[in-house]
């Protein structure tokens, strides 16, 4: 897990609330992932982020999740009217563009809603 | 992306070698063969890989049989830190894709 951070570690939200989660990949990584684990589950895979670009975004649920990855600062997974079935850990990793297979994992969100 | 199938769970002596198979019987020429370990509540972290060739690095070695439908990682010496799930993942060019993994359980 060297080097991807993750802010915050734990975060509580009521119903229809706002998440943001935002993920600062490795040095020199240009390549960001989000990842889903519910309790009990594996992880799924959510988005597939490059700077300023959104290049899979496959797994994300149609409404209320969006992601970015601006020119500069983190990269932000954004959960809008958040709900029960949001609450989940939230896992980004980062690769180098040339080994964008071998990817590096934060500590991971831990998303609460009451 | 190709199949993988794993052992749900396998325990292990602590100081022996923790032998973890996966079968991927479908994978295709281009495919690379990934592990990934999962320590409880923490992110995942990259092991290893390997396209055909067997593999070694600080962590594990990766020994893929000749028709690559099969692999094993092998952590020569387990520690107690070394209890996690394990995936075997087989990708091309999709996102990874974890399965279920195996549990493995190094016991004092």
């Known amino acids: 897990n060297a080097g991807v951070m993750q802010n915050p570690r734990h975060l509580v939200r009521r119903r229809g609330q706002e998440a943001r989660l935002r993920c600062s990949p490795m040095?020199?990584?240009?390549?960001v992932y989000w990842y889903r684990q519910l309790p009990e589950e594996g992880l799924k895979f959510m988005v597939y982020l490059q700077k300023e670009n959104i290049i899979d975004e496959s797994g994300m649920p149609k409404e209320r999740f969006s992601a970015e990855f601006p020119k500069e600062g983190p990269s932000i997974l954004r959960i809008q009217q958040v709900v029960r079935g949001d609450s989940a850990a939230y896992f980004c990793?980062?690769?180098?563009?040339?080994?964008?297979?071998?990817?590096?994992f934060g500590p991971g969100t831990r998303l609460t809603v009451t | 992306d190709a199949k993988t199938t794993q052992p749900p769970s396998m325990d292990c002596a602590e100081g022996r070698a923790a032998n973890l198979p996966c079968n991927h019987s479908?994978?295709?020429?281009?495919?690379?063969v990934y592990w990934y370990r999962q320590i409880h509540s923490q992110g995942p972290q990259y092991i290893i890989h390997?396209?055909?060739n067997n593999e070694t690095n600080e962590m594990a070695s990766l020994i893929i049989t000749e028709d690559r439908k099969s692999s094993t990682l092998i952590l020569p010496h387990a520690t107690l830190r070394d209890t996690a799930v394990y995936y075997c993942i087989v990708r091309g060019n999709t996102p990874l894709v974890f399965g279920k993994g195996t549990r493995l359980s190094v016991i004092a």
């Open positions: 479908t994978i295709s020429g281009n495919e690379y």
């Open positions: 040095k020199g990584h240009s390549h």
């Open positions: 390997g396209l055909k």
């Open positions: 990793a980062s690769s180098p563009a040339d080994r964008a297979y071998e990817q590096y």
